[in-house]
């Protein structure tokens, strides 16, 4: 994620609107793809992007979304969303994880792993965001913002490759 997106969904969070508001305000933007092309399109002009969206979107959003128009910003939505849900996540001690796995783990497994990383994180609960990859070989992938827990064969080979080649 960019840092200009970061401030926006940083900003957005800041403004107080109802967070309804806004994920209605991104699932319209993002499953219609002919006013996406609208409000990014630089030979639209201003006048009728805004047009636009006093047309579609609520009057609670309606001056950031003209905001991100006018900055050439709008194409940065879906990463300002992001940004935005990462803002209510940390509001509310949530800590954000991605599981990467070649077979599920079980629901014991999960709570234990959600347990352990509150613990460490000292955070109230946590949310993992999982994703099966077979090319993993086996075993899992725990990544916390910039930190990467590598419990996968892949990752094993790859380090006992290096202290091979290394020799």
């Known amino acids: 994620m960019n840092k200009q997106a970061d401030s926006y969904g940083r900003a957005l969070f800041e403004i107080g609107i109802k967070k309804r508001i806004i994920e209605e305000s991104r699932k319209l933007y993002s499953k219609n793809p002919a006013l996406k092309e609208a409000l990014c399109n630089p030979s639209v002009t201003k006048e009728e992007k ?8 609520s009057p609670k959003i309606r001056n950031f979304l003209k905001v991100l128009c006018d900055n050439g910003s709008m194409d940065q939505f879906e990463e300002i969303y992001r940004s935005y849900e990462g803002c209510c996540l ?22 234990a792993m959600k347990q352990t990383l509150a613990l460490k994180y000292d955070k109230d609960s946590v949310k993992l965001d999982m994703k099966q990859d077979a090319s993993l070989i086996g075993g899992f992938l725990l990544r916390v913002g910039d930190e990467e827990y590598d419990y996968s064969v892949k990752g094993r080979l790859a380090q006992l490759y290096k202290k091979l080649a290394w020799r």
Request: proline share 3%; net charge negative; no cysteine.
């Open 90 to 111: 940390e509001s509310e001690n949530i800590l954000t994880a991605k599981l990467i796995y070649v077979t599920e783990p079980q629901t014991e497994q999960l709570e």
């Open 50 to 57: 805004h047009r636009v969206i006093d047309a579609i979107f």
